[in-house]
């Protein structure tokens, strides 16, 4: 891992130029990162530059930055100008969104740049870099934890793709022509629609009088010029970012709560769209405005705002509202994922598509599941049954399983939960919500797995129970997760007859989804999106059950299956007992022992025993714990029950082995333990040698799995506790 890089700390007024030129003037032209933080404020801007005495001459002129007290430049050999870059755009996206500052920065400069060595060196370092910025009180919370934050997920410090900067420019471009009424973006599902409504919002609140044009390639001062004409020519826009789903919103509210120049308020529902008139309105989610179809409780109220705005109730929508209340309007659309009756026609924004006003772009590039393009493809074409026969699906950067236990899928998600996050439990609506009324029911029942509806509808993905509950299409639209186990009703079937995936309209219990529909086709149009939506939501992995049996054997055909592996509390050999009972029982240690990285709050329980049978070898200096993860799934199965050898000296290298180490974490919180292949590195001296570096290498189908490695004193308080022998 390189270290090759220092930290040097200075107040923030004239006398750093002095520090700058005295302490380090082999940097005065060399490219270097800097943050300057003020602790009152809580407020922070974070540059890059080569020539450090002119920037910070210029900062100091800055109204803005003046507030701030305290400068911390940032120093390698091994920056360059694109790396200087890169390690200042990911400090930009990090820090904003740790939340213990503020951060000032615009978010036009944020660098995307490819450049030699970028994920195999600088991302090291920058890791390296974010420790010690922790250390010294700059951030507060791990890259992991930030990374499954809402503030980071939808954070408007993006690197933003090619394809999204030619949208970015195509909307500014938009609303300089007098012509142009409406921007149209179409994506499907990950495609960063949300991400670019995010960012242009930001933009176009974002104080210009700062950016450093050197900092620009081309490309970019061709956006910052429209920006630029976009601002004289509104100057103040009244704007806000309409979100139709009330769940999403709030969670998207809270972000902007805690982005310099934004506040909660602009985020707002459909509704409040009748209560005035804006110069620019951005909706996401467009799909999810309404029409007067099964509102329920909310007819009067849409009734009331239509007589407001001069409309006809009974042809009006929400769509509508937003083209009467605004002069220009920005939509993000994707007609695959309307779920229900209410939402707006496909055939009103095909309407909208072919007026001469509006303008329009498609956004194709996929963000959010590492399975890419080929993923979603194949999902889409799986559900509308293009698959040929003999196609399966295959991707080593993805997981995608089909299960025959809903118990054991709900039993891996959790896993998933404590080593990831953020993994969550979603199905589709074949099951009564009677848990609502009474929470000793059990609203979805299948063999072993007894599961409840999610109890709140409002952010309910990082509600604290959210783990233990199933959320629905309306409280996941939107989101991003890390893992997802989705439930296929019994809504959805198939029909070995005719080979066709079939709706049941009458196990279908969401009534607002179904009330007023006569046509077949067109249900089965929307619980196929609603399951197209839910299946496209996991970054790193897919799990499935299907609660048909015909179309789980559908599904079998094209991906591969999780078998139902008897427990260990379930075999007639695997039986734990209190006391040794015969002379094969060998000690079983209730570890919990986590195959990822070291684990929290581990200690050795009560001993008990467990028989070694199959075991062909002296029992004498064997034990066996139970193995949690997925990290060595090439050997060791998630949920196994594994034996080791205690370990008695000599070489470890190569092989797998159950090791302990104190030095990860405080030693307070107790035992650290974890099953990796087992290398060293050691420094031979004439009369001593030591570990220089030890290193725990994973053995697993996921590829997002990294080594441990521990270096210099971290490899003095670690043990070998065992050697692997066998799964039992």
């Known amino acids: 891992m390189i270290r090759d890089f220092r930290i040097s700390q200075a107040q923030f007024d004239q006398t750093v130029l002095t520090e700058l030129q005295l302490q380090n003037p082999e940097y005065l032209s060399w490219p270097l990162v800097y943050v300057l933080s003020d602790a009152k404020t809580k407020q922070a801007y974070i540059g890059e530059t080569t020539d450090v005495v002119s920037r910070m001459k210029s900062h100091l002129n800055n109204s803005h930055k003046q507030k701030l007290s305290n400068a911390h430049f940032i120093l390698s050999s091994y920056f360059n100008k694109s790396a200087a870059l890169d390690i200042e755009s990911n400090l930009i996206k990090y820090v904003a969104a740790d939340g213990f500052f503020q951060t000032i920065n615009g978010n036009l400069g944020i660098a995307n740049h490819q450049y030699y060595q970028k994920k195999e060196v600088y991302w090291h370092l920058f890791r390296s870099i974010w420790e010690e910025l922790r250390s010294l009180g700059i951030a507060r919370y791990s890259l992991e934890h930030i990374d499954n934050s809402d503030l980071f997920k939808y954070s408007p410090y993006k690197s933003l793709s090619i394809e999204q900067l030619h949208g970015l420019k195509k909307i500014l471009q938009c609303l300089l022509d007098d012509d142009a009424k409406v921007s149209l ?37 061709e956006l910052f010029e429209l920006l630029e004409r976009v601002k004289e020519q ?113 055939s009103d924004f095909i309407k909208l598509k072919g007026a001469s006003s509006t303008r329009r772009e498609q956004l194709t590039q996929q963000f959010r ?4 393009r080929q993923y979603v493809s194949f999902i889409n074409r799986l559900l509308d049954q293009q698959l040929k026969h003999e196609e399966k699906y295959i991707c080593s950067e993805y997981e995608v399983l089909i299960y025959d236990s809903l118990q054991l899928m709900f039993s891996d998600i959790k896993n998933k939960e404590s080593q990831f996050g953020l993994s969550r439990m979603v199905a589709g609506f074949a099951w009564d919500w009677i848990s609502k009324k009474d929470k000793t029911k059990f609203d979805i029942v299948e063999g072993d797995a007894q599961l409840q509806w ?146 929290n709050y581990q200690t050795v329980e009560e001993l008990r025993y467990i028989e070694a049978n199959g075991v062909n070898q002296p029992i004498s200096d064997l034990f066996a714990c139970r193995v949690i993860g997925e990290s060595m799934n090439k050997v060791i199965p998630n949920d196994s029950i594994v034996i080791f050898k205690k370990y008695t000296g000599g070489s470890r290298n190569g092989l797998i082995c159950l090791v302990e180490s104190t030095e990860i974490q405080d030693n307070e919180l107790g035992g650290h333990y974890t099953i990796k292949e087992y290398e060293s590195k050691k ?18 189908t996921i590829h997002s799995y990294q080594p441990i490695r521990l270096i210099d004193e971290q490899t003095t308080d670690f043990k070998v506790l065992g050697v692997f022998v066998r799964v039992l």
């Not at 139709?244 to 709030?250: G, L």
């Not at 599941?369 to 890419?372: E, I, L, P």
């Not at 029909?495 to 279908?508: F, L, M």
């Open 683 to 700: 420094t031979v001296g004439e009369d001593y040698w030591h570990h220089s570096e030890i290193i725990l290498k994973p053995l697993s």
């Open 234 to 346: 509104y100057k103040d826009l009244k704007m806000a970012l309409v979100i139709p789903m009330s769940s999403f919103r709030k969670t998207i509210s809270n972000v902007f709560k805690n982005i310099k120049g934004l506040s909660g308020n602009m985020v707002i529902g459909p509704a409040d769209m009748v209560k005035e008139k804006y110069d620019l309105l951005i909706i996401d989610e467009s799909h999810r405005l309404r029409r007067r179809v099964n509102l329920g409780a909310y007819f009067g109220n849409f009734d009331l705002n239509c007589k407001a705005l001069g409309l006809d109730k009974d042809t009006s929508s929400e769509l509508q509202w937003a083209l009467v209340q605004s002069d220009k309007t920005i939509l993000f659309y994707d007609e695959k994922q309307s779920i229900k009756p209410s939402d707006v026609l496909q």
């Open 185 to 221: 973006i179409e994506g499907g599902a990950g495609t960063g629609k949300s991400i670019l409504a995010i960012f242009l919002f930001k933009l176009l609140k974002t104080d210009l009088s700062d950016f450093n044009y050197s900092d620009f390639d081309e490309t970019d001062v």
């Open 454 to 599: 999610n109890s709140t509808a409002t952010d309910w993905v990082n509600s604290k129970n959210a783990i233990n509950e199933v959320g629905c299409i309306h409280t996941i639209q939107g989101y991003d997760l890390n893992y997802i186990g989705v439930i296929i009703g019994s809504e959805i079937g198939f029909n070995n007859e005719t080979n066709r995936i079939v709706i049941k309209k009458e196990n279908y219990k969401d009534k607002n989804g179904k009330n007023s529909i006569v046509d077949s086709d067109v249900l089965h149009n929307y619980i196929i999106n609603i399951y197209k939506t839910i299946l496209l939501r996991g970054i790193r992995g897919t799990y499935i059950y299907v609660c048909d049996p015909d179309l789980s054997a559908y599904f079998k055909t094209y991906l591969p299956t999780k078998e139902v592996k008897t427990s260990f509390f379930e075999s007639r050999e695997l039986v734990i007992h209190d006391t040794a009972i015969n002379n094969r029982c060998i000690p079983f240690y209730d570890l919990r022992v986590s195959a990822g990285n070291f684990s």
């Open 369 to 372: 599941v590492k399975g890419g």
